[in-house]
């Protein structure tokens, strides 16, 4: 089965808007084995979205389109879908008895013709409820170039799209195919993409798998995809067991929720001492609900003044060593657990860039401390790239870095 | 100019990735007044690629392609580009012999004819230099179906395409373009896009000018472009001042970094007490290079016992008023400024869920302290969406709230 995803929408080419409702899609279907053949944006243009139609219905049985339904002038998905498979439109009398209740619901007298608009439905659909907003989805059945298409038309709106999708678009498409591809993945923490690759090869290699490798900051994500299920979860197991520790505990969680589960698990608390990340690490385990029963807080210790007053940085070591020193980073997660009374933490301190680099402190030199009860980690980093670049590696080099400490208790 | 862009990675297909670097492409051009043609996802798929790449360049004057320009199997851009534009593949020289060192320099003995594949370039291109990663990307001009075409690779890992784009691509875009068109656009800060349009469409109207607006939740930019320099301009000077001191001081400014200036001019230092926010409100102000002169700290006090013991908040309040409270958020204000001896701060404190609300304390509910010398703000709000919605909001609105109290000094 076939599937392909049209998002429509001009916010998502402006970049005003990050179109998370394809991963959304991708994400629903990898987990009934289906990966979309391909996915398109076009802008909230009629000859746009009609060309996108006619490209992917080419390679699909399944076209999924996201936006559009609504009353506006510049929705025009169901126009588009008429016109590709030369289907009328007519109004549903179901629907429209629905909407003008809710309008009339709501006190509201002018308007209701153009609300209407969203009662009208191409030919040979199926109206899809949306239990949050007014515009039902569609699930339309057409031919094009003598071929079977369905076209699975929800609201732009994640909040609509969401259960919608997951209650009665999934459900559908399984129904009509046999899960013929199976996948499964894993995430390596703190690996290189090559290196994975170069272990995991001769473990698939000879078997009808396919394998692809995803690089972040983090790790290497890897998949392993078959049409024998069996098949795929034993080499998933057998690659797994390569990289030990190194694997985080469940295969779909990032690395700060791997560091929360891991804190858990062992009953301990985490703060942090932030110089050159000024809070991103601890904007990254906030970022997760329920985080305040393992994170107590932190100081963002930018001025050496900071250091020195709230964690206690000995003046000795700022005018000898200075800031950017292995003895300072020490310091630093020594006063965080002190300061915070928290069992671990983490510590940073270098330098961003651009400016502020010498020839024997260069941008990119971070030292990270990461302490555990007593033991006491501290490493000298050097990470390329720019500002941004450096600081997001400094974060996620400090995740990983408690975690093996973590893993040793 | 018609630019589209083509996204590549099976990750972004699967849903594991959300496909932000489209986002980060199409806001790079609206800013040159570009809005992309269209947008493509493929999977890591020799064929799928070549297809996409067919279809994007029929109705397109340059591709952007992001992705698939590592060393790994399944990166198959260039590959693509090549068959596509019938161009031959060959080494270059000088990529290859500064891989070697970088690989070399790592210690790494195997593995290198691999690394070496990046140095494996189209004909007709010219590489663009990679600061973060090892993967350059590449300028590639071609034919297809007698047209002139370019193909902009860039590597798929957001820190390395974000320099590339903006220091490189975006550059190279803009000077390709017939400057027939000029744009000037200008942030008003913490205003409502239909408000903003209501003043601005007046002074505009009648002339042969077009505008554009872009909500975010730092406020909306307005765009004015037209064919004659002088009136563009013109009435840009003239929109502007509609909104006084809310437009930011320099137009391509962001609200941190606007923060930032009017704290340099005022020889004022700032620090932050974070709650719910975690640490963003420090990490966007760090973001910027050069921010050590207005900002020393700040303390992340995610539990009570932190903003009791470090921030000074008394017990009093905690058990009265609770954490989330307007006497709480005032009194971390306070113990921000004393303890991390600044002459400003911002304190947030709140409920961004999606647990921890109740009837009367709502997930949403934030207080804000702002403190400038004496002067001490502080405002309830109600914001809507997520818990990343609620948290992002917040951020935003701590930061416009310490501007209007710097505005006043």
Redesign the interface.
């Known amino acids: 089965m076939r599937v392909s995803?049209i998002c429509t929408g001009?916010e998502?080419?402006?970049?005003?808007?990050?179109?998370?409702n394809?991963?959304?899609?991708?994400?629903?279907?990898?987990c009934i084995g289906i990966?979309?053949?391909?996915?398109?944006?076009?802008?909230d243009d009629l000859e746009?979205l009609k060309k996108?139609l006619v490209?992917a219905a080419a390679?699909s049985d399944i076209i999924i389109t996201s936006g559009g339904l609504g009353p506006t002038k510049d929705d025009l998905t169901k126009t588009a879908i008429c016109e590709v498979l030369g289907l009328k439109m007519h109004r549903d009398q179901s629907i429209s008895a629905n909407l003008a209740a809710y309008w009339q619901g709501k006190g509201r007298s002018s308007g209701l013709d153009e609300q209407l608009l969203q009662a009208d439905v191409p030919e040979n659909s199926e109206a899809l409820n949306n239990i949050v907003g007014t515009a039902p989805g569609l699930w339309v059945s057409g031919r094009l170039d003598d071929r079977d298409i369905i076209v699975a038309a929800l609201p732009g709106p994640p909040a609509e799209l969401i259960p919608m999708l997951n209650n009665q678009v999934v459900p559908k498409i399984r129904a009509l195919c046999s899960a013929d591809t199976f996948?499964r993945?894993f995430m390596v923490a703190g690996a290189a993409?090559?290196?994975v690759?170069?272990e995991i090869e001769p473990v698939v290699a000879s078997e009808p798998l396919e394998t692809?490798?995803?690089?972040?900051?983090e790790g290497v994500?890897v998949?392993i995809s078959g049409s024998d299920k069996k098949l795929v979860d034993e080499k998933y197991t057998t690659a797994k067991k390569l990289f030990g520790n190194k694997v985080l505990i469940d295969d779909l969680l990032s690395l700060p929720q791997d560091i929360s589960r891991l804190l858990r698990q062992r009953g301990m608390t985490f703060g942090?001492a932030?110089s050159?990340?000024?809070?991103?690490?601890?904007?990254a385990?906030?970022?997760l609900?329920?985080?305040?029963d393992i994170?107590?807080?932190?100081?963002?210790?930018?001025?050496n003044?900071?250091k020195h007053?709230?964690l206690g940085v000995s003046q000795e070591i700022l005018d000898s060593k200075g800031a950017v020193s292995r003895e300072c980073a020490e310091a630093m997660v020594r006063g965080a657990t002190r300061?915070?009374?928290t069992d671990t933490a983490v510590a940073v301190t270098g330098i961003?860039?651009?400016?502020g680099g010498t020839d024997l402190k260069p941008v990119g030199l971070v030292f990270i401390a990461t302490k555990v009860n007593d033991q006491v980690l501290v490493t000298e980093n050097h990470f390329?790239?720019?500002?941004?670049?450096v600081?997001?590696?400094t974060c996620a080099a400090a995740l990983l870095q408690l975690r093996e400490l973590l893993l040793e208790k």
């Open positions: 995803v001009t998502l080419l402006k970049g005003t808007t990050v179109n998370t394809l991963a959304v899609i991708g994400d629903a279907l990898s990966v979309l053949s391909a996915a398109f944006n076009c802008g746009a996108a490209t390679d996948t993945s993409e090559l290196l690759q170069q692809a490798y995803c690089a972040s900051v994500r998949f942090t932030e050159c990340t000024g809070g991103m690490i601890g904007a385990l906030t970022d609900p329920g985080s305040s994170f107590m807080g932190g100081i963002i210790s930018y001025a003044e900071i007053h709230l300061v915070l009374g961003a860039g651009p400016g390329k790239g720019d500002r941004a670049a600081r997001k590696r």
